[in-house]
């Protein structure tokens, strides 16, 4: 009953919304005033999203398509999708490039060598969250404790939901302002690869918020991001472009063939880069080198240069 009452508020509220042309911050308040006189008038308890203060994360431009609320836990989201006239600018000239290997540890590896470790503040919350999730399977099930910690659990993977963003929201900023050109591996055909018996784990989400949020900021910014086939990236010699076997746990890439020795990672991101740019029709010549992301501190460094056979 309650939650039929809300969709046909929120209904109306989303309809209200369609036949403005744009919105400003005070339309958008006074609209969600309506939605909870609305509400009101119905008498439904609406604790839990009463008061309907909102938080404009960014401002609205465009006109309003379609409106969506979501409820995460306890936090009301509301997402508009906008049309807006303004045309995307022109590409850019490329004249850096990079590809990009994604993983658990490192979390990316650049093709110029560099690595990004798991931030701590992550590493802190994901232990945090296996405590919680202890705790949980020692709750005697459909008891109130149980119930509670359950939230409990939500709220750590909400709070860590959250820091992922953030942290992609930032190393896909830089990669951005630093890069003309960006190749990435393509996650759908690598999870199809996969043997389908592996559950799906959480870093998969992750890596997705980065590509995408790489791929709206680069359009935005004129760059370019591909995305190309991983298979055999990690197994390919960058330089000679034989396969040399090696399982998970073996992190350096020795090539019997043409000699290199090579951050297992890092191979493997030469690979996706060479693979993008193959895709495009660029050639090295056409590029400056690039060195990193500028402000970064946390970079372990090892082998900057390509070394092409
Ligand atoms: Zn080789």
Not at 40 to 58: A, P, T, W, Y
């Given at each position: 009953m309650f939650v039929e009452e809300l969709i046909r508020v929120l209904r109306?509220?989303?309809?209200?919304?369609?036949?403005?042309?744009?919105?400003?911050?005070?339309?958008?308040?006074?609209?969600?005033?309506?939605?909870?006189?609305?509400?009101?008038?119905?008498?439904?308890?609406?604790?839990?999203?009463?008061?309907?203060?909102?938080?404009?994360?960014?401002?609205?431009?465009?006109?309003?398509?379609?409106?969506?609320?979501?409820?995460?836990?306890?936090?009301?989201?509301a997402s508009f999708s906008v049309e807006i006239n303004d045309s995307l600018p022109e590409k850019t000239v490329i004249k850096s490039a990079v590809g990009i290997d994604v993983g658990i540890n490192p979390l990316v590896a650049l093709s110029n060598g560099e690595k990004k470790k798991p931030p701590k503040y992550l590493l802190q919350s994901e232990h945090k969250l296996a405590k919680e999730q202890r705790k949980l399977s020692r709750k005697q099930i459909g008891s109130h404790n149980r119930n509670k910690q359950r939230i409990k659990v939500a709220k750590v993977h909400r709070h860590i939901r959250q820091q992922r963003a953030d942290f992609h929201q930032n190393l896909s900023k830089k990669l951005v302002e630093k890069y003309d050109f960006i190749a990435f591996e393509d996650l759908k055909i690598k999870n199809m690869m996969r043997n389908h018996h592996l559950a799906k784990s959480i870093s998969d989400v992750s890596w997705n918020m980065l590509q995408s949020f790489t791929t709206y900021k680069a359009e935005w910014a004129g760059k370019v991001v591909t995305f190309v086939n991983p298979k055999n990236t990690s197994q390919e010699c960058s330089s000679c472009g034989k396969i040399v076997r090696k399982i998970l746990n073996i992190k350096i890439h020795q090539c019997p063939y043409c000699g290199l020795v090579l951050d297992r990672h890092v191979n493997a991101a030469i690979n996706i880069l060479n693979r993008g740019m193959k895709k495009v029709g660029l050639g090295y010549t056409d590029l400056m080198p690039v060195r990193g992301l500028a402000q970064d501190k946390p970079m372990t460094q090892e082998a900057h240069d390509f070394s092409r056979g």
């Open positions: 109306i509220f989303s309809d209200t919304l369609k036949t403005m042309k744009s919105l400003d911050i005070h339309d958008l308040k006074a609209i969600l005033d309506i939605t909870v006189l609305l509400t009101h008038k119905q008498d439904l308890e609406l604790s839990k999203i009463g008061e309907v203060n909102i938080k404009l994360h960014r401002d609205l431009i465009g006109k309003i398509k379609t409106c969506t609320i979501k409820r995460d836990i306890d936090i009301w989201y």
